[in-house]
């Protein structure tokens, strides 16, 4: 089983809909990291949070440490959110263990 | 700021030659990564760097990946001899502490390596 499990792999949606995509756990950790990349390799940062909820635009991400669980929630969708959005987990140090990512299809 | 650097950004190499990878983080951070990225097993972390020093290598695959960091400013990976399933895309990223906090990591565009 890996250290960082995803759900789900593929995602496809219409325009304007609310996504939710999940990224489970099973270490411990000191933070947790949601990656967008983009069709053409780029990888931006979207996210670092170790507890509660971060919202950036039409992005929100929240993190359960209990029970070991990350969400990150799209509103309102648009085509331009197509990509693969990938969870990582900080671990010993700057250590990141990486999730398989989502790729995510919005069409118009 | 420019963001990472890397180069090249594509490289095509013969079995067996060696291949160096270069990176400029951007200033001021003092956290260096480098990953690398295949199909098969999406991102893996390598090697990172602090303030210049290697602190975790765990991640480089065999005595033929190696990484420096000789200043602040500059970083190779270098792999001798190169294999066919060396091939994958290698990332770049840096970020700093402040406050004792760590913080987000900033990626380069990646150089594509392949190796025929």
């Known amino acids: 089983k890996n250290e960082v499990e995803q759900s789900p792999q593929n995602l496809t949606a219409q325009e304007g809909e609310f996504i939710t995509i999940n990224c489970s756990y099973s270490?411990?950790?000191?933070?947790l990291h949601w990656l967008q990349q983009h069709p053409g390799g780029g990888i931006v940062s979207l996210f670092m949070?170790?507890?509660g909820k971060k919202k950036h635009g039409r992005l929100i991400a929240t993190i359960n440490i209990q029970e070991k669980h990350s969400s990150l929630h799209i509103t309102a969708s648009h085509p331009r959110d197509s990509a693969v959005y990938i969870c990582?987990?900080?671990?010993?140090?700057?250590?990141?263990?990486f999730g398989e990512g989502t790729q995510l299809t919005v069409n118009p | 700021d420019a963001g990472v650097i890397q180069s090249p950004r594509h490289e095509v190499t013969e079995m067996g030659q060696e291949v160096t990878l270069r990176c400029k983080p951007i200033?001021?951070?003092?956290?260096l990564f480098w990953y690398r990225q295949t199909m098969m097993r999406g991102l893996e972390l390598l090697i990172y760097?602090?303030?210049?020093?290697?602190?975790?290598d765990s991640g480089m695959p065999e005595d033929r990946f190696s990484a420096k960091m000789p200043n602040a400013s500059f970083s190779t990976l270098k792999i001798q001899p190169s294999e066919p399933r060396d091939s994958a895309v290698y990332f770049c990223?840096?970020?700093?502490?402040?406050?004792?906090?760590?913080?987000?990591?900033?990626f380069g565009p990646g150089t594509r390596l392949t190796v025929l």
């Open positions: 949070l170790s507890s």
């Open positions: 990582a987990v900080q671990t010993s140090g700057s250590r990141l263990t």
């Open positions: 760097f602090n303030n210049n020093v290697p602190i975790d």
């Open positions: 990223a840096s970020s700093q502490v402040r406050d004792s906090q760590y913080n987000e990591q900033f």
């Open positions: 270490v411990g950790i000191s933070a």
């Open positions: 200033s001021g951070h003092d956290y």
